[in-house]
Every structure is written in structure tokens, then in C-alpha cells.
């Protein structure tokens, strides 16, 4: 059902668009500009989504779910964090499509898990605690990162790999944090001659 | 209603009536070779293609960043591909029992695997019986050579001549002069890259501008020359420098994209069949072009003997038709067409057509993979970014074993591929430890800092390693499916665990970190280099085919792919594979202008 809806009635400025496609198609307006809009949505449900209902996650876990990306990866005075690059919407989109149990349940679970831990560690819910607090306890659950075994280090994994391969794969870490160079037209190929 | 509209139309391409002069089975490396050699000779050709026609351009979307893309390059849920593991404890048919809607072969689980989805087979329609084997197939226009990894290398009498050199197998029936001829002619007419470097085992080509090395790639050169080993820039099948007789093609602008995705050039500066081959054969008006064509037997003239057609199914309806040809070539893929000619069974030819030998499907080889490095280059950690990806290729690392030396352990050799430097992905994300600010500098400082590379070594040609035809399992069309006995042998582990010491000796020489070191053997197939199951020879008792590709048993029949080899080599096969075809076709239409086919 909340897929459902964030398909067809998204909102902010996605529904702009949606109500501008429609307008445009009434009126007659060109396709190739209609078709230029439909990216502009398929950009939009893959880099941003936060106010709008999570697909995947509650409101709650959605929250928690940012801030850990962005622990993961923080904002530094190099480039911005995973917060800016809206990790969380990408593994809530990639998630809430799954057809496949495994992950959906590591994920509920694990978010669980940072609770009872963060309850466990310092007495209360995990975003009510400090900055150091939060580190604190990732620390711990990152301790066996190579040959994770209890639940809470098998989800650091998964959380990491995700949040890894939405920042990397996004706009703000391919160019400003990676400052990559390629995938452009060469007149001459870059390096050193074989000699 | 359009589908079955488009059916008909590209059925009735094909004239039912009329006899060919020759039938090509396949439109890829060789397939798409025979095409342009038989048709510039001036023969009328039908090409029968088994898979669809694709708008690879639509496919490819080469320079379309990760973030444009919904799924980052992903393909949807349902689709799977095959893991490693998967692999080796499983038993093939793997897709069967699958709850995902589409199984593919693990190349689907490289780069951006949704933009090449539609090239490589769906698993659950192709399944095969047997030993583990990661069979990688494209049914389409082109077949494999629309992802192929463009390493272009010549073979040199050390594999041709193997035999004399260490006492195993067989030597070809040709020596290295016998096809230089024709590998120059396959540099010229497609283009490509390399660096001369006069090294007897490893052949130049007649090379288009080069690709140059990084500062990683450069150390290791350098570094081994003291070991008398030799790392050149990648040969790669691309033209770099353009081919005015081409209009199909573009020259390489270095944009990178083969590395970023399974494979794909949409400029097709890097050789694929359609453009290289087939379409400038289909201007020259001899060519007819038939798709969506499953080649189920080549038919036999009762009096004769002789091949008199192909018999095949239409993909999209199912409905068989035959079509019928003076001269019938196979080039299928070297598993294809063995299972061609093992179905294609008369009373004239029980065992199959051409196979009085019983060597069909048999002396089936390839290249192991596996052991690999990666090491750390550390001069360049912390260092300004710099551009090392834009290029179609790295390098290569030529065999250096067994060549006037005798191992003790092993016979033949092996080579490396490789590559170092930034990419688009940092590949060093997921194995760098922690998380938070310390965590995303180490990313960033070491992303461009490792250079990695993996041994392709040969397998020795062995008639117990084979293919046969399953007795009960089909295809989504009903056609007999293979069944796989084959295994890796002694000699071939015996030379991974060398491929593992030397690599580890050739970083340690050129002062990079090693950082990770494997010995672990991939399952039989991972290559994509099978090559073997219908061998030329000169002895029509333990070989299929003579020098020309033309079967023993029956004059009429050629086949001009993989499956001719006599033995594997350890350089990728492809250019081979195209020369020999060139040269086998220059003498099938001679000969069929002397009427003595």
C-alpha cells in the first residue's frame, strides 16, 4: 500500500512534476520534453525521498537508518556525508523491491538490535544519545568486522556494504569525494608509454 | 500482434527454396568472419543467427553515470545471476528450482549488469547436465563478441608445435607462417592496439596507437625485465586509431565504459561482430540474414552423403524449417557447434555429422583461472587523483614458463591480466576496516594505490574431458541439451599454485605491499575460452577436422570456431579464431569455384 502510493502520489516536488508531465501531455507538449521529466522523477525516487512515507522502513526506522549512514560515512571538510546523498532512501528503495526475505529480516532486526544495544549501553533510545555515544557503539559492533558472528556485527556488515555502495555510486561521491576523472571522451589515452 | 508481424517478415527473408551457396550456423567471431570472407569471394550466404537482433546501442547507454541509472546499474529483483558458490555446490542445470524469474551466468554479476541482461542467456531456457561448468553464452546477433574482453593475441609455434616441444597431445596441422598471413590481414581489416616488443611466443600485430600503463603497471614492467618477463600494454581487439573502410565504426576515445560494465562498446571502436563483420558484408549484397534461427540439424543428401542444408526452429514460434546450401559452416561456439554436429545424426553419419572419429565433443579444453593478487603501490597513497581508467584495456603479462626451461611440476604456461589505479568504484570500500571520518579518508587515499592481476593458464587438451548429448533433458524449444564431463587435471593444479608463487615474486620484485593473495581455483568454464571439441589434425581417425576446417568425413561441411583448436594455448582466442576462419574460407571458396566441394 505505501508502495503503492509513493508511486502514484508523491509528493512535494515529485508531485509538481507528475501534475507539470500531465499538463504538458494535455497541452500537447512534445514527448521528448515529457520524457525529460520522467527522468527527472527516476532521479527523484532515487536521490531523495526523505519527508515522504519511507518505502521499507517506519518513519522511526527510516531516521535511525540515516543517521547510521551517515556514521558510517560522515560529512567532512573533504565532501558531504551519506546524509546528502540520501543513502538511506536508496537502501529503503532497493529493500522495500526485494523479493527476497533474508535482507528485509537482517535489516528489521538489525535496527531492533542498535536499540536494545543503545538501551543496553546507555540507557536510552539510540538517537537520543550523544554523538560519542553512537560511535561508541558501532565501535563495538564493528569489532569483528572480518568474522562477524552475533547478529548485531553480521548487520554492521550489511549496513556498511549498503551505505558504502549508494555513497560511492552517487553523484556527490563519484565527483566531489572521489574526484573521479574517467568516463569522459579522450583525445589521447592518459599514462606512461611502454618503453 | 507486432512480434508475430516481425516473425513472419524476417521468415520470409530467408528463401526456403533456394540453394545457398553456403549457410553460416552462428554470427559471431567466426561466424561473422566466414560471412565476410565467403561473401566478398561472391558467394551467396544465409547467416542463421539462434538468438534476436538487439538495438545494442539502446542496451549499452556506455557513458550513463551510476546515479542516472534507478537500480545504480542493478538489475531488478527477479533477476539473478549465479554466484561462485553457487557454482561449485550446485550441479548444473543451476537455474533449475530457481525462485528468481531470470537465472544468468555470473558474468551478470560484474558492473552494471542491467545493461547487459539481455545479451547473455537466460539460464532457465538454456539449461546443461553434468559436471559443474559456468557455461557463459549470448544468443544474439554477434553473440559473445557484444561483451567480449578484447584481449587480441596471436598464437606462436610454441602452441602450435606444442606437441614437439614437450611430447603431449597433438601439434596443429599448421605452423605459425601458415596463419601470420592471415592474422595480419584480421589486424588490418578490424583494428588493433598494442605495443611492439618482439617476443617470439608472443607475436606482434600490426598495432594502432596504444594504450599506455599507469605509474603502477609502469613499475612492474620494469621491474621484470631483470626476470626476463615481459608486461605489455593490453592488446586490446579496439582501433584506436579509427578504419576509414569502416563506417560502422568509431575510433576509442578512452571513455572506459568496457571496464565499467560487463562489457559493450556502443561507439564500436572495440571489435564486435555486427558491425566489424557482418554489416559490411550485408552491403555487399550477398548476404542474407536470418535471426531467431535455432539451428537443429545440418541435413544430409541421402546420396551423396554431403550436407544439403540446415534444419532449424524458429525461436519465436517454434515452427521448424530447412533451408538448404552447397557448402554448410558451422561456427556456433565451440560447445554449440559440437552439439550440432552430435544431433545431426543419419544413417550416413550415426554418431553424428563429421564424427566417424569419435572425437566430437571430445579433447574439449580451455583456460583455468583463479589465482590472483593484489597489492599495494604505496608512492601513491595520498596522491593528487589521477585518470587511470579511460582506456580499453591494461595490460598483459606474457607466459614465461616452460619455454626453453622444463619445469619439473607442470608442461605448458600461463599469462596475466590485469589492472591498477582509480576506478569509478572504489573497490577498496568494502575491504577497508571501520567506518566514520578515518574510515572515508583511508577510501579515498588508497582508492587509486592497488594493482591486481590473474593468471589464464592453459589446459591440456585430454580426449575424457568432453561434452555428449543429455538423454532426456531439453531446452524451452526441445532440443537435446549437452551434458558436461570435464575436470580439471593434475598438470593444470599443479601450474595454479605456480601462477600464485610467481605473481607473489613478480609484486615482491617491484616493491608493491601484497595485500591479498589467492590460490583458489574458479570453477571450469570461468574463462569463457572453450575451445577443442571438433580438433583439426592431420589424422582423420583422432581429428575432426583438416588445416582448413573442413571436415574429414564429409568435404562440404567446415567448421570455423573454437572447437577447431588442437590445443589451448594460454593467449585468448578470439583473433585466432577469426584467422584461422579467414583462411579456411579463402580456401573453401576456392574450391568451390574448382566444383570440388
Known amino acids: ?195 | 500482434m507486432t512480434l508475430i508481424r516481425l516473425t513472419r517478415q524476417s521468415a520470409a527473408e530467408v528463401d526456403l527454396k533456394k540453394t545457398y551457396d553456403a549457410i553460416v550456423v552462428g554470427s559471431g567471431a567466426a561466424g561473422g568472419m566466414a560471412a565476410h570472407v565467403l561473401t566478398a569471394h561472391g558467394m551467396k550466404v544465409l547467416m542463421l543467427e539462434a538468438g534476436k537482433k538487439l538495438d545494442i546501442d539502446k542496451e549499452l547507454k556506455s557513458t550513463e553515470w551510476p546515479y542516472e541509472h534507478k537500480r545504480r546499474g542493478e538489475m531488478p529483483p527477479g533477476f539473478h545471476a549465479l554466484s561462485l558458490n553457487e557454482y561449485n555446490i550446485r550441479q548444473p542445470p543451476y537455474a533449475a528450482n530457481s525462485k528468481a524469474q531470470h537465472v544468468y551466468s555470473y558474468v551478470q554479476g560484474w558492473g552494471g549488469p542491467d545493461y547487459s541482461k539481455n545479451i547473455v542467456v537466460d539460464e532457465k531456457d538454456h539449461p546443461y547436465t553434468g559436471t559443474n561448468y559456468a557455461w557463459v553464452r549470448a544468443r544474439l546477433l554477434g553473440g559473445k563478441t557484444n561483451i567480449w574482453g578484447r584481449l587480441a593475441l596471436r598464437l606462436s609455434d610454441l602452441d602450435f608445435k606444442a606437441k614437439s616441444h614437450d611430447d603431449y597431445g597433438e601439434d596443429w596441422p599448421i605452423s605459425y607462417k601458415d596463419i601470420a598471413p592471415y592474422y595480419d590481414k584480421v589486424d588490418l581489416y578490424l583494428g588493433i592496439s598494442g605495443v611492439k616488443e618482439n617476443v617470439a611466443h608472443l607475436p606482434d600485430s600490426i598495432f594502432q596507437r596504444p594504450i599506455k600503463l599507469t605509474y603502477a603497471e609502469n613499475k612492474l614492467r620494469q621491474s621484470i625485465k631483470k626476470m626476463n618477463r615481459l608486461l605489455t600494454p593490453y592488446r586490446a581487439g579496439v582501433t584506436t586509431d579509427g578504419l576509414k573502410h569502416n563506417k560502422y565504426r568509431s575510433k576509442c576515445f578512452g571513455r572506459g565504459a568496457c571496464n565499467r560494465r560487463t562489457g559493450g562498446c556502443d561507439i564500436h571502436a572495440a571489435f564486435d561482430s555486427p558491425t566489424g563483420l557482418i554489416m559490411p558484408a550485408m552491403d555487399t549484397g550477398n548476404l542474407t540474414l536470418r535471426t531467431n534461427a535455432i539451428a537443429r540439424e545440418v541435413t544430409i543428401d541421402k546420396k551423396t552423403g554431403k550436407a544439403s542444408g540446415v534444419a532449424f526452429i524458429d525461436a519465436e514460434t517454434g515452427r521448424t524449417y530447412e533451408a538448404k546450401a552447397k557448402v554448410v559452416v558451422i561456427a556456433a561456439s565451440t560447445l554449440e557447434s559440437a552439439r550440432l554436429m552430435l544431433l545431426s545424426k543419419s544413417d550416413a553419419h550415426p554418431n553424428g555429422i563429421g564424427n566417424s572419429s569419435s572425437h566430437v565433443g571430445h579433447n574439449f579444453c580451455e583456460h583455468i583461472m583463479g589465482p590472483h593478487i593484489t597489492g599495494l603501490v604505496k608512492d601513491l597513497v595520498g596522491k593528487p587523483r589521477t585518470l587511470d581508467d579511460g582506456k580499453p584495456g591494461s595490460f598483459y603479462l606474457a607466459r614465461f614458463r616452460n619455454l626453453n626451461e622444463r619445469n619439473p611440476k607442470f608442461i605448458r604456461g600461463y599469462g596475466f591480466e590485469g589492472g591498477s589505479g582509480t576506478s569509478i568504484y572504489p573497490g577498496n570500500a568494502g575491504s577497508t576496516p571501520g567506518f566514520g571520518s578515518s574510515y572515508k579518508k583511508s577510501v579515498r587515499d588508497y582508492a587509486g594505490a592497488f594493482m591486481s592481476m590473474g593468471a589464464f593458464g592453459e589446459v591440456l587438451a585430454r580426449y575424457e574431458n568432453y561434452v555428449d548429448i543429455d538423454p532426456s533433458v531439453k531446452d524451452k524449444w526441445g532440443v537435446p541439451v549437452l551434458r558436461f564431463h570435464y575436470k580439471f587435471g593434475d598438470n593444470e593444479k599443479k601450474m595454479a599454485d605456480d601462477m600464485a608463487d610467481t605473481a607473489q615474486e613478480m609484486f615482491t620484485e617491484a616493491g608493491f605491499e601484497i595485500v591479498d593473495l589467492s590460490r583458489r581455483i574458479l570453477t571450469e568454464g570461468w574463462s569463457i575460452h572453450e575451445l577443442g571439441t571438433a580438433r583439426m589434425g592431420t589424422d582423420p581417425k583422432t581429428s575432426v577436422l583438416n588445416q582448413f576446417e573442413q571436415s574429414h568425413d564429409v568435404k562440404n561441411l567446415f567448421v570455423v570456431d573454437g572447437s577447431a583448436f588442437a590445443s589451448a594455448s594460454c593467449q585468448n582466442p578470439t583473433w585466432t579464431i577469426m584467422a584461422l576462419a579467414w583462411r579456411s574460407c579463402d580456401y573453401l571458396a576456392d574450391q568451390f569455384k574448382k566444383g570440388s566441394l
Open chain 1, 1 to 195: 500500500m505505501a508502495e503503492d502510493q509513493n508511486e502514484t502520489n508523491p509528493v512535494g516536488r515529485d508531485e509538481e512534476s507528475e501534475l507539470s508531465r500531465r499538463e504538458l501531455l494535455k497541452l500537447g507538449a512534445s514527448a521528448a520534453f515529457a520524457v525529460a521529466l520522467t527522468g527527472l522523477e527516476t532521479n527523484a525516487l532515487a536521490e531523495s525521498a526523505q519527508g515522504r512515507a519511507p518505502l521499507f522502513f517506519t518513519r522511526e526506522e527510516f531516521a535511525l537508518v540515516d543517521e547510521l549512514t551517515e556514521l558510517i560515512i560522515p560529512a567532512d571538510d573533504h565532501s558531504p556525508g551519506a546524509r546528502a546523498t540520501r543513502a538511506a532512501d536508496y537502501i529503503d528503495f532497493r529493500l522495500s523491491e526485494s523479493l527476497e526475505e533474508n535482507p528485509k529480516t537482517l535489516w528489521r532486526n538489525g535496527l531492533k538490535r542498535i536499540e536494545e544495544l543503545s538501551q543496553e549501553m546507555h540507557g536510552q533510545p539510540f538517537l537520543k544519545s550523544s554523538r560519542e555515544q553512537r560511535i561508541a557503539l558501532l565501535t563495538r559492533i564493528s569489532q569483528n568486522e572480518t568474522k562477524p558472528v552475533k547478529s548485531e556485527e553480521l548487520f554492521f556488515n550489511e549496513l556498511k556494504s549498503r551505505t558504502a555502495r549508494a555513497y560511492y555510486s552517487s553523484k556527490i561521491g563519484i565527483h566531489t569525494e572521489m574526484e573521479y576523472k574517467g568516463n569522459t571522451y579522450l583525445k589521447e589515452f592518459v599514462g606512461y608509454d611502454a618503453t
